[in-house]
Protein backbone atom coordinates (compact mmCIF):
# COMPACT_ATOMS: atom_id res chain seq x y z
CA UNK A 1 0.00 0.00 0.00
CA UNK A 2 1.41 2.91 -1.24
CA UNK A 3 0.70 6.73 0.68
CA UNK A 4 -2.19 8.48 -0.58
CA UNK A 5 -1.03 11.66 -0.80
CA UNK A 6 1.72 10.93 -3.12
CA UNK A 7 0.25 8.41 -5.31
CA UNK A 8 -2.99 11.03 -5.86
CA UNK A 9 -0.19 14.34 -6.49
CA UNK A 10 2.65 11.69 -8.19
CA UNK A 11 5.31 13.26 -5.48
CA UNK A 12 7.72 11.80 -3.21
CA UNK A 13 6.92 13.49 -0.43
CA UNK A 14 3.38 13.76 1.30
CA UNK A 15 4.95 17.80 1.46
CA UNK A 16 2.25 20.29 0.40
CA UNK A 17 3.50 24.03 0.07
CA UNK A 18 0.47 26.53 1.32
CA UNK A 19 -0.51 29.11 -0.51
CA UNK A 20 2.69 31.50 0.52
CA UNK A 21 3.90 32.90 -2.43
CA UNK A 22 2.56 34.60 -5.89
CA UNK A 23 5.85 33.66 -7.97
CA UNK A 24 7.38 30.25 -8.75
CA UNK A 25 10.74 30.12 -7.35
CA UNK A 26 9.62 28.48 -4.16
CA UNK A 27 6.93 26.32 -5.68
CA UNK A 28 9.88 25.22 -7.65
CA UNK A 29 12.64 24.90 -5.17
CA UNK A 30 9.90 22.60 -3.33
CA UNK A 31 8.57 20.57 -6.41
CA UNK A 32 12.35 20.30 -6.68
CA UNK A 33 12.67 18.69 -3.36
CA UNK A 34 10.20 16.01 -3.91
CA UNK A 35 6.77 18.32 -2.50
CA UNK A 36 4.32 19.41 -3.94
CA UNK A 37 5.21 23.45 -4.87
CA UNK A 38 2.37 25.86 -4.85
CA UNK A 39 1.51 28.88 -6.61
CA UNK A 40 -0.83 31.80 -4.95
CA UNK A 41 -3.64 32.12 -7.61
CA UNK A 42 -6.30 34.26 -5.97
CA UNK A 43 -4.56 38.06 -7.15
CA UNK A 44 -2.69 38.00 -10.36
CA UNK A 45 -5.14 38.49 -13.28
CA UNK A 46 -5.77 35.70 -15.55
CA UNK A 47 -2.77 36.54 -18.36
CA UNK A 48 0.23 37.17 -15.58
CA UNK A 49 -1.35 33.96 -13.93
CA UNK A 50 -0.39 32.43 -16.91
CA UNK A 51 2.97 33.17 -17.11
CA UNK A 52 3.98 32.32 -13.55
CA UNK A 53 2.63 29.01 -14.46
CA UNK A 54 4.81 29.08 -17.36
CA UNK A 55 7.78 30.10 -15.62
CA UNK A 56 7.20 27.37 -12.86
CA UNK A 57 7.06 24.94 -15.75
CA UNK A 58 10.24 25.86 -17.00
CA UNK A 59 11.86 25.74 -13.34
CA UNK A 60 10.89 22.43 -12.57
CA UNK A 61 9.82 19.16 -14.08
CA UNK A 62 7.96 17.65 -11.39
CA UNK A 63 4.17 18.25 -9.89
CA UNK A 64 2.52 21.62 -8.67
CA UNK A 65 -0.60 23.30 -7.47
CA UNK A 66 -2.34 26.49 -7.93
CA UNK A 67 -4.31 27.47 -4.96
CA UNK A 68 -7.42 29.99 -5.31
CA UNK A 69 -9.65 30.88 -2.19
CA UNK A 70 -12.76 31.57 -3.70
CA UNK A 71 -13.85 34.74 -1.68
CA UNK A 72 -10.63 36.87 -2.11
CA UNK A 73 -10.54 35.83 -6.10
CA UNK A 74 -11.91 38.80 -8.06
CA UNK A 75 -15.01 37.47 -9.50
CA UNK A 76 -14.86 38.68 -13.33
CA UNK A 77 -11.97 36.80 -13.29
CA UNK A 78 -12.10 33.29 -12.25
CA UNK A 79 -13.64 31.53 -15.13
CA UNK A 80 -10.91 32.88 -17.08
CA UNK A 81 -8.08 31.83 -14.88
CA UNK A 82 -9.99 28.27 -14.35
CA UNK A 83 -10.13 27.67 -17.82
CA UNK A 84 -6.60 28.91 -18.63
CA UNK A 85 -5.49 25.61 -15.86
CA UNK A 86 -7.30 23.42 -18.19
CA UNK A 87 -5.14 24.84 -21.05
CA UNK A 88 -1.77 25.03 -18.83
CA UNK A 89 -2.27 21.50 -17.64
CA UNK A 90 -2.40 22.61 -13.97
CA UNK A 91 -1.81 19.08 -11.97
CA UNK A 92 -3.33 20.26 -8.87
CA UNK A 93 -5.86 22.83 -8.06
CA UNK A 94 -6.51 24.10 -4.37
CA UNK A 95 -9.38 25.64 -3.55
CA UNK A 96 -10.18 26.93 0.08
CA UNK A 97 -12.54 29.78 1.15
CA UNK A 98 -15.82 29.41 -0.73
CA UNK A 99 -17.94 26.05 -1.98
CA UNK A 100 -16.02 23.67 -3.64
CA UNK A 101 -19.04 22.71 -5.28
CA UNK A 102 -18.86 25.29 -7.97
CA UNK A 103 -15.40 24.14 -9.80
CA UNK A 104 -14.73 20.87 -8.93
CA UNK A 105 -15.82 18.60 -11.30
CA UNK A 106 -15.17 21.36 -14.20
CA UNK A 107 -11.36 21.16 -12.69
CA UNK A 108 -11.20 17.45 -12.66
CA UNK A 109 -13.04 17.59 -16.29
CA UNK A 110 -10.06 19.50 -17.64
CA UNK A 111 -8.02 16.97 -15.61
CA UNK A 112 -6.59 18.43 -12.72
CA UNK A 113 -6.92 16.74 -9.27
CA UNK A 114 -8.83 19.17 -6.70
CA UNK A 115 -8.13 19.22 -3.37
CA UNK A 116 -10.29 22.12 -1.02
CA UNK A 117 -8.67 23.45 2.59
CA UNK A 118 -11.52 23.13 5.08
CA UNK A 119 -11.64 24.20 8.89
CA UNK A 120 -14.26 21.86 10.32
CA UNK A 121 -15.99 18.11 10.01
CA UNK A 122 -18.81 19.97 8.29
CA UNK A 123 -17.20 21.82 5.30
CA UNK A 124 -15.66 18.45 5.22
CA UNK A 125 -18.82 16.60 4.29
CA UNK A 126 -19.56 19.44 1.42
CA UNK A 127 -16.10 18.87 0.16
CA UNK A 128 -16.82 14.81 -0.03
CA UNK A 129 -20.22 15.93 -1.82
CA UNK A 130 -18.62 17.85 -4.49
CA UNK A 131 -16.16 14.80 -5.39
CA UNK A 132 -13.20 16.28 -4.48
CA UNK A 133 -10.13 14.43 -4.64
CA UNK A 134 -8.53 15.47 -1.18
CA UNK A 135 -9.22 17.18 2.02
CA UNK A 136 -7.02 19.76 2.95
CA UNK A 137 -7.76 20.23 6.68
CA UNK A 138 -7.03 23.77 8.65
CA UNK A 139 -6.94 23.57 12.45
CA UNK A 140 -6.95 26.16 14.73
CA UNK A 141 -3.05 26.61 14.71
CA UNK A 142 -2.46 27.34 11.59
CA UNK A 143 -1.59 29.94 9.84
CA UNK A 144 -4.52 30.45 7.04
CA UNK A 145 -7.77 31.01 7.25
CA UNK A 146 -9.86 29.32 9.44
CA UNK A 147 -13.57 30.65 10.01
CA UNK A 148 -15.18 31.07 13.10
CA UNK A 149 -14.47 27.80 14.37
CA UNK A 150 -11.24 26.94 16.57
CA UNK A 151 -11.22 23.42 15.78
CA UNK A 152 -7.77 22.04 17.36
CA UNK A 153 -5.38 20.18 14.83
CA UNK A 154 -5.82 16.86 17.70
CA UNK A 155 -9.93 16.68 17.20
CA UNK A 156 -10.19 18.24 13.55
CA UNK A 157 -7.75 15.59 12.01
CA UNK A 158 -9.30 12.65 13.91
CA UNK A 159 -13.19 13.43 13.60
CA UNK A 160 -12.71 14.08 9.41
CA UNK A 161 -10.60 10.55 9.48
CA UNK A 162 -13.18 8.81 11.34
CA UNK A 163 -16.18 10.18 9.08
CA UNK A 164 -14.26 9.89 5.68
CA UNK A 165 -11.84 6.80 6.02
CA UNK A 166 -11.06 6.38 2.54
CA UNK A 167 -10.64 10.30 1.57
CA UNK A 168 -7.03 11.33 1.31
CA UNK A 169 -6.37 13.67 3.91
CA UNK A 170 -3.54 16.59 4.51
CA UNK A 171 -3.13 18.17 7.99
CA UNK A 172 -2.68 21.72 6.97
CA UNK A 173 -0.17 24.06 9.96
CA UNK A 174 1.39 23.62 13.39
CA UNK A 175 3.84 21.60 11.80
CA UNK A 176 7.82 22.60 11.27
CA UNK A 177 9.33 19.51 12.12
CA UNK A 178 9.59 15.54 12.03
CA UNK A 179 7.90 14.89 15.36
CA UNK A 180 5.02 17.34 14.08
CA UNK A 181 4.93 15.74 10.71
CA UNK A 182 4.84 11.79 12.38
CA UNK A 183 2.21 13.28 14.92
CA UNK A 184 -0.45 14.20 11.78
CA UNK A 185 0.42 10.77 10.41
CA UNK A 186 -0.73 9.12 13.70
CA UNK A 187 -4.06 11.00 13.98
CA UNK A 188 -5.19 9.67 10.45
CA UNK A 189 -3.79 12.61 7.77
CA UNK A 190 -1.78 11.18 4.93
CA UNK A 191 0.42 14.27 4.46
CA UNK A 192 1.01 18.27 5.78
CA UNK A 193 0.74 21.68 4.21
CA UNK A 194 3.56 23.90 5.54
CA UNK A 195 2.82 27.53 5.47
CA UNK A 196 4.68 29.32 8.30
CA UNK A 197 7.92 26.84 8.20
CA UNK A 198 8.33 27.28 4.41
CA UNK A 199 7.64 31.46 4.04
CA UNK A 200 11.26 30.94 6.49
CA UNK A 201 13.41 29.36 4.20
CA UNK A 202 16.26 31.14 2.03
CA UNK A 203 13.89 30.28 -1.08
CA UNK A 204 10.89 32.35 0.02
CA UNK A 205 13.19 35.32 0.20
CA UNK A 206 10.47 36.93 2.63
CA UNK A 207 10.71 40.65 3.67
CA UNK A 208 13.38 41.03 6.57
CA UNK A 209 10.04 42.36 9.43
CA UNK A 210 8.44 38.80 8.46
CA UNK A 211 11.54 36.72 8.98
CA UNK A 212 12.40 38.50 12.50
CA UNK A 213 8.37 38.11 13.33
CA UNK A 214 8.60 34.67 12.60
CA UNK A 215 11.85 33.82 14.43
CA UNK A 216 10.90 35.75 17.62
CA UNK A 217 7.30 34.20 17.73
CA UNK A 218 7.02 32.28 20.73
CA UNK A 219 4.01 30.01 21.77
CA UNK A 220 1.89 33.09 22.73
CA UNK A 221 3.02 35.71 20.08
CA UNK A 222 0.23 34.89 17.34
CA UNK A 223 -3.83 35.65 17.72
CA UNK A 224 -7.04 35.28 15.05
CA UNK A 225 -7.58 37.97 12.84
CA UNK A 226 -10.99 39.51 12.42
CA UNK A 227 -13.20 39.41 9.67
CA UNK A 228 -14.87 36.47 7.49
CA UNK A 229 -12.13 34.42 7.26
CA UNK A 230 -10.03 35.07 9.49
CA UNK A 231 -6.09 34.51 9.45
CA UNK A 232 -3.91 34.31 11.59
CA UNK A 233 -1.82 37.05 12.30
CA UNK A 234 1.42 38.03 15.00
CA UNK A 235 0.07 40.19 18.36
CA UNK A 236 0.94 43.80 18.04
CA UNK A 237 3.05 43.25 21.43
CA UNK A 238 5.37 41.11 19.41
CA UNK A 239 5.89 43.62 16.64
CA UNK A 240 6.75 46.21 19.21
CA UNK A 241 9.08 44.32 20.47
CA UNK A 242 11.12 43.49 17.38
CA UNK A 243 10.69 45.96 15.46
CA UNK A 244 9.61 49.09 17.57
CA UNK A 245 6.48 49.49 15.19
CA UNK A 246 2.87 47.72 14.94
CA UNK A 247 3.61 45.95 11.76
CA UNK A 248 1.74 42.61 11.19
CA UNK A 249 1.86 39.51 9.09
CA UNK A 250 -0.52 36.34 8.45
CA UNK A 251 1.64 33.40 10.34
CA UNK A 252 0.91 30.15 12.12
CA UNK A 253 1.02 29.34 15.73
CA UNK A 254 3.89 26.81 14.64
CA UNK A 255 6.14 29.89 14.74
CA UNK A 256 6.83 29.38 18.28
CA UNK A 257 8.98 26.16 17.10
CA UNK A 258 10.77 27.93 14.30
CA UNK A 259 13.95 29.19 14.95
CA UNK A 260 16.31 29.63 11.78
CA UNK A 261 15.92 30.31 8.03
CA UNK A 262 17.26 26.98 6.37
CA UNK A 263 17.55 25.99 2.53
CA UNK A 264 14.09 24.34 1.45
CA UNK A 265 16.03 20.68 0.65
CA UNK A 266 17.32 20.78 4.21
CA UNK A 267 13.95 21.40 5.72
CA UNK A 268 12.32 18.91 3.73
CA UNK A 269 15.53 16.30 4.34
CA UNK A 270 15.33 17.01 8.46
CA UNK A 271 11.66 16.73 8.11
CA UNK A 272 11.69 13.24 6.65
CA UNK A 273 14.30 12.34 8.83
CA UNK A 274 13.10 13.58 12.18
CA UNK A 275 9.17 11.86 11.36
CA UNK A 276 10.92 8.36 11.09
CA UNK A 277 13.44 8.98 14.24
CA UNK A 278 9.84 10.32 15.71
CA UNK A 279 8.35 6.91 14.45
CA UNK A 280 10.99 4.75 16.00
CA UNK A 281 10.29 6.40 19.26
CA UNK A 282 6.95 6.04 19.65
CA UNK A 283 6.47 2.39 18.56
CA UNK A 284 9.71 2.06 21.23
CA UNK A 285 7.52 3.63 23.78
CA UNK A 286 4.06 1.34 22.73
CA UNK A 287 5.67 -1.84 22.79
CA UNK A 288 7.44 -1.10 26.93
CA UNK A 289 3.99 0.01 28.13
CA UNK A 290 2.65 -2.63 25.91
CA UNK A 291 4.26 -5.51 27.20
CA UNK A 292 4.60 -3.70 30.60
CA UNK A 293 1.03 -4.44 30.73
CA UNK A 294 0.32 -7.56 30.80
C1 LIG B 1 1.18 34.54 4.67
C2 LIG B 1 0.21 33.43 4.44
C3 LIG B 1 -0.67 33.53 3.34
C4 LIG B 1 -1.60 32.50 3.10
N1 LIG B 1 -2.44 32.58 2.03
C5 LIG B 1 -3.29 31.56 1.76
C6 LIG B 1 -4.13 31.57 0.61
O1 LIG B 1 -4.13 32.51 -0.18
N2 LIG B 1 -4.94 30.49 0.40
C7 LIG B 1 -4.97 29.42 1.27
O2 LIG B 1 -5.71 28.45 1.04
N3 LIG B 1 -4.18 29.38 2.36
C8 LIG B 1 -3.35 30.42 2.62
N4 LIG B 1 -2.53 30.36 3.71
C9 LIG B 1 -2.54 29.14 4.56
C10 LIG B 1 -1.46 28.17 4.08
O3 LIG B 1 -1.78 27.70 2.80
C11 LIG B 1 -1.31 26.98 5.05
O4 LIG B 1 -2.46 26.17 5.04
C12 LIG B 1 -1.05 27.41 6.47
O5 LIG B 1 -0.09 28.44 6.51
C13 LIG B 1 -0.58 26.23 7.29
O6 LIG B 1 -0.32 26.62 8.59
P1 LIG B 1 1.16 26.91 9.17
O7 LIG B 1 1.44 28.32 8.78
O8 LIG B 1 0.99 26.69 10.61
O9 LIG B 1 2.09 25.93 8.50
C14 LIG B 1 -1.62 31.37 3.97
C15 LIG B 1 -0.75 31.30 5.06
C16 LIG B 1 0.15 32.31 5.31
C17 LIG B 1 1.08 32.18 6.51
Redesign the pocket.
Known amino acids: MGNAICDLFGVRYPIVM???SQTPELAAAISNAGGLG?I?G?IAPPDLLRSRIRQLKELTDKPFSL?F?IA?TPEKDIQAKMEMMGEEGVPVV?T??GSPRVWTKMLQDRGSKVAH?LPTLMHARKAVEAGVDAI?A?PA?????RGDHEVSMMVLIRAIRRAFPETPLVA?????DGPGFAAVIALGADGV?????F?ATLEANAPEHVRKLILAATDISTMSAEGRIK??INRPELAEEVLGERKQ??????SAIIDSIEPVEKVIREMVEGAAEASRRLAHNIEVFQGAAV
Do not use: D, F
Not at 172 to 176: E, P, S, T
Not at 249 to 254: D, E, H, I, P, R
Open positions: GAICAANPLISAVIEESGGYAGAVAQLGTRIPRTQMGQV
